[in-house]
T-cell receptor, first 115, second 113 residues
Framework: SQQGEEDPQALSIQEGENATMNCSYKTSINNLQWYRQNSGRGLVHLIL?????REKHSGRLRVTLDTSKKSSSLLITASRAADTASYFCATAQSYSGAGSYQLTFGKGTKLSVIP | DSGVTQTPKHLITATGQRVTLRCSPR?????VYWYQQSLDQGLQFLIQYYNGEERAKGNILERFSAQQFPDLHSELNLSSLELGDSALYFCASSVLGTAGEQFFGPGTRLTVL
């Protein structure tokens, strides 16, 4: 079952504009991560925000986390054509036992950046 | 390049057959994860291994099994294949105990005809 649900499912913007994607989840988490996937390729980790953090920055990426609302957002500033990809949020939940956890992915937001 | 390798890149087979997908994790990573990505189900966690032992299980069918060998490479075995098993299968690896980022391989695209 899906834990994270991204919104919108698809987003089309002009180069230079900002792109905002949202993610909602249902259960308590250790952390929330955002990944990027170019068509048919492997996922690439972008950024991780822990459950006790509210905001994190990495280059042109800004992630926020609101655990009371069980939601997160990913902002990509000054978008480029090369940012065209699918973006997934993934929530990390622990299993019992050290090092046992799983990532549960949403269905992703497909971002198209038009040159 | 994530450092995770998967073979083969593409696999075409028939219903009822059995296939084996192989994954080599990044050097030093002890944990291996398998995921299935399909259009209707999205990216689904299947199973996690750590240093040869199963650690977590997700939505893995009984027809599917996995193992991790002493050299830390892992294999995912899919048997009695059905049309609905057609998907991209990803392997990922990570450092144990951090609940941190996972490094994904390029995937194996399985087509069941």
């Amino acid at each position: 079952s899906q834990q994270g649900e991204e919104d919108p499912q698809a987003l089309s913007i002009q180069e230079g504009e900002n792109a905002t994607m949202n993610c909602s989840y249902k259960t308590s988490i250790n952390n929330l991560q955002w990944y990027r996937q170019n068509s048919g390729r492997g996922l690439v980790h972008l950024i991780l925000i822990r459950s006790n953090e509210r905001e994190k920055h990495s280059g042109r990426l800004r992630v926020t986390l609101d655990t009371s609302k069980k939601s997160s957002s990913l902002l990509i500033t000054a978008s480029r054509a090369a940012d065209t990809a699918s973006y997934f949020c993934a929530t990390a939940q622990s299993y019992s036992g050290a090092g046992s956890y799983q990532l549960t992915f949403g269905k992703g937001t497909k971002l198209s950046v038009i040159p | 390049d994530s450092g995770v390798t998967q073979t083969p890149k593409h696999l075409i087979t028939a219903t009822g057959q059995r296939v084996t997908l192989r994954c080599s994790p990044r050097s030093g990573d002890l944990s291996v994860y398998w995921y299935q990505q399909s259009l209707d189900q999205g990216l689904q966690f299947l199973i996690q291994y750590y240093n040869g032992e199963e650690r977590a299980k997700g939505n893995i069918l009984e027809r599917f099994s996995a193992q991790q060998f002493p050299d830390l490479h892992s294999e995912l075995n899919l048997s009695s294949l059905e049309l609905g098993d057609s998907a991209l299968y990803f392997c990922a690896s990570s450092v144990l105990g951090t609940a941190g980022e996972q490094f994904f391989g390029p995937g194996t695209r399985l087509t069941v005809l």
